[in-house]
């Protein structure tokens, strides 16, 4: 059983699954409630999912690129349930979450997340046999600063856009279907699941997000 949790921006996301299916996911527009938000959040899904927080049995936590507040809560939530249950956590970089979701094609894929003050957070990916895997550390940027340095062919961009993006990009990219651009907790435990498989968990006391 593992649950998944994603605060690292104003659109949340909570999933649990039983390591066969998703058993039950949560989506929202959390503002800058993460505080007040979060907890009820998972207590009413696990809740509903019949599923006591003993029967536990892994985490996983959006690590970042993402706002400051909402990354330390959504980290500290998870790190104080791993303690508390000693189970084991495991944090994958927001823009992984992203990125996992889309199908394959060829060409440059580009993850983006708002980063305040019309700035982005963003990052470059290509597929491999593995699926998508980044190409370079994540960067902030301005979306008309977004292609800077990249040949535009096959550049598809996914992720928080809005209708800024759509102008200043215009028709020299590819955009990602609105149902893609929703980040989705069931994607994170699809990544920390590969992590547990092949043994892979981090330290509860010093993992740290991933600010830019």
């Known amino acids: 059983m593992l649950l998944a949790i994603d605060t690292a921006t104003d659109r949340a996301s909570l999933a649990l699954d039983d390591g066969a299916e998703i058993l039950t996911e949560r989506n929202w527009l959390c503002a800058n409630n993460h505080t007040v938000e979060l907890a009820p959040q ?4 696990l809740r509903t999912a019949g599923v006591r927080a003993e029967a536990l049995e892994a985490l996983a936590v959006a690590l970042g690129p993402g706002s400051f507040t909402g990354l330390r809560i959504g ?3 998870a790190k104080g ?6 189970l084991p956590l495991l944090g994958v970089p927001t823009l992984d979450i992203v990125a996992y979701a889309q199908p394959k094609r060829d060409g440059i894929l580009l993850a983006v997340l708002s980063a305040g003050r019309g700035r982005i957070a963003a990052g470059a990916y290509r597929w491999s046999e593995a699926g998508w895997r980044a190409d370079g ?5 301005y979306w008309d600063g977004l292609l800077r340095g990249l040949d535009t062919e096959g550049v598809y961009v996914c992720g928080e856009i809005d209708a800024i993006a759509r102008d200043t990009l215009g028709e020299r ?6 149902p893609l651009n929703v980040r989705r907790a ?10 547990l498989a092949s043994g892979q968990t981090d330290d509860s006391n010093s993992l740290a997000p991933l600010y830019l």
């Open 186 to 195: 069931a994607c994170l435990i699809a990544i920390a699941r590969q992590r």
């Open 75 to 77: 980290l500290a939530f």
């Open 81 to 86: 349930l791993a303690l508390a249950h000693m």
């Open 42 to 45: 998972v207590e009413h899904m």
């Open 173 to 178: 990219v590819s955009f990602a279907p609105p």
């Open 137 to 141: 550390p994540a960067r902030i940027t």
